[in-house]
């Protein structure tokens, strides 16, 4: 009996452990969605501050009632303007309980940029390859193979529910919204994931008689926060990491899915570029893969961002 303790009982044990960590991670923390609130000084002195909500990297898939809900009650927030960065689906069949979902907060001002997953249905993946990619410094099609056979998503039907509402297509262009008696200015690029981000087309800086420039992209790859850095923009809105989705507690993040470092997997932070310096926030995101539906020490998430008058 001792021999067939110590010859079975360890790995018994931490098959156990592993099982209910799985278990916890896609049937509890993958659902238990937060909203993060973050304070960014970007206002002009004197101006009230404003309440932006980002949501981001939904990957809505056909059935996922509590997330419907979920994002419906952010509604309740009554924020300024609602930032959208893209990943909407994960699923083709998503798009109308995706829109179903936004309604009321489509009832807002808002922007929006689309991620591949937009564009592109899903592919099973062995998780392991985002560390290998990053050893290897590969993410997405910047040093990986363009991909062959993708599933093509109907992006172009949530496009137009946001146009319908009012939201700024922000696809590799600029846009401006009065919100609150305040001047905002958007300059917005395509996923740089799969390469379509055109900077040169937006390219010049932040328009001067605005209140606020923002610059909004899905993936925050280092090359798109350099360029609205260096171009003077004060704050830079993305998403695309999920947080690392899979955190090690007392560690943080092991990837970011592309070439941000791990730091700056979520959350506020800064980045300096051409002797500037930007507030960068990135959303940890709402949903996960279809094919991966985990999350650990990363709950799904929007964020309630106030911005406010600067020091």
């Not at 807002?108 to 991620?115: E, L, S, W």
């Not at 899979?246 to 980045?271: E, I, K």
């Not at 539906?293 to 406010?308: D, G, H, K, N, S």
């Amino acid at each position: 009996m001792d021999v067939m303790r110590a010859r079975y009982g360890v790995p018994l044990g931490i098959t156990a452990l592993g099982t209910a960590g799985l278990a916890y991670a896609a049937g509890f923390e993958a659902r238990s969605f937060r909203l993060r609130r973050v304070t960014v000084p970007v206002l002009p002195r004197g101006t009230r501050p404003l309440r932006v909500l980002q949501v981001s990297d939904i990957h809505m898939v056909s059935g996922q009632r509590k997330k419907q809900r979920w994002l419906q009650a952010l509604a309740g927030l009554r924020p300024d303007l609602v930032v959208n960065t893209g990943d909407n689906l994960s699923d083709p069949e998503g798009v109308p309980e995706l829109l179903d979902a936004l309604g009321p907060l489509m009832e807002y001002p808002g922007v929006f940029v689309f991620g591949s997953n937009d564009y592109y249905g899903p592919k099973l993946r062995n998780p392991a390859r985002y560390l290998f990619e990053k050893l290897q410094g590969r993410h997405g099609l910047n040093g990986n193979p363009p991909a062959v056979g993708a599933v093509h998503n109907p992006w172009e039907g949530i496009r137009d529910a946001f146009d319908a509402a009012g939201w700024l297509d922000l696809t590799n262009t600029r846009g401006r919204l009065k919100v609150e008696g305040l001047e905002l200015a958007f300059t917005g690029l395509d996923d740089p994931h799969i390469k379509r981000d055109r900077y040169e087309k937006v390219a010049g800086g932040p328009e001067t008689d605005a209140d606020l420039a923002v610059g909004v992209v899905h993936a925050p790859y280092l090359r798109s926060l350099d360029a609205f850095t260096a171009d003077g923009y004060p704050l830079v809105l993305a998403g695309h990491t999920h947080g690392g989705q899979l955190r090690v507690p007392f560690y943080g993040a092991l990837v970011t899915n592309c070439d941000l470092d791990t730091d700056r997997a979520r959350g506020l932070s800064t980045h300096r570029a051409g002797g500037h310096t930007a507030y960068l926030h990135v959303s940890a995101g709402c949903g996960t893969n279809r094919y991966t539906p985990v999350r650990f020490a990363c709950p799904p998430e929007a964020t309630l961002l106030t911005l406010a008058p600067r020091d």
